[in-house]
């Protein structure tokens, strides 16, 4: 599998420049043959986007912007950083996720588990924790989806996958 790892600059807030960026990323990565290409957390709307995040213009055009991304992955697998809307009643209204978006199909989302509360960071504030974990299928292969935090801080969620099924 060829991996491309997208580190765009994302500005808070600008969804068509995030998503132009996103989609020159995606067609570089399909010059260079890329199967999968991956990009930073919450790329869509920016990550440091703070009290933006509670607003509920925000909350209910999260996910609008997905569907050029979907539109432009045809042949190639992404997963893109974005958040999107609880439909918890109580409790944050949104998840910090990523998309994974498999030949212009959109396979589901990966929550964010931890969320850092700690020097600059204030997930709890914005968002809701994840409910489950799941695997998403590549043709011959399972994929996992750690979103930050996720992937080096959290010892028992590895230590249960190590040994889960």
């Known amino acids: 599998m060829r991996v491309t790892i997208a580190q765009i600059n994302t500005t808070n807030g600008d969804y068509k420049g995030n998503v132009a960026r996103i989609l020159g990323a995606i ?3 399909k010059r260079d043959a890329a199967d999968l290409i991956v990009f930073p957390e919450v790329t869509i709307q920016g990550y440091t986007s703070l009290d933006w995040f509670l607003d ?4 209910r ?3 609008d912007p997905l569907s050029k991304i979907i539109e432009a992955t045809e042949g190639l697998t992404a997963i893109v950083g974005t958040v999107r809307p609880s439909d ?3 409790g944050r209204k949104l998840f910090n996720s990523a998309a994974v978006i498999r030949n212009q199909r959109l396979l589901g989302f990966a929550d964010k588990t931890l969320l850092p509360e700690y020097d600059v960071f204030d997930d709890p ?3 809701e924790p994840a409910r489950e974990r799941r695997l998403f299928n590549l043709d ?3 994929l996992g989806v750690a979103v930050c935090e996720d992937f080096w801080n959290d010892k028992t969620f590895w230590k249960q996958r190590l040994y889960a099924n």
């Open 88 to 90: 918890q009643i109580t």
């Open 61 to 63: 055009t999260a996910l």
């Open 125 to 127: 504030r914005y968002f």
């Open 140 to 142: 011959d292969c399972k």
């Open 56 to 59: 509920p213009d925000v909350v």
């Open 27 to 29: 067609e570089q990565a």
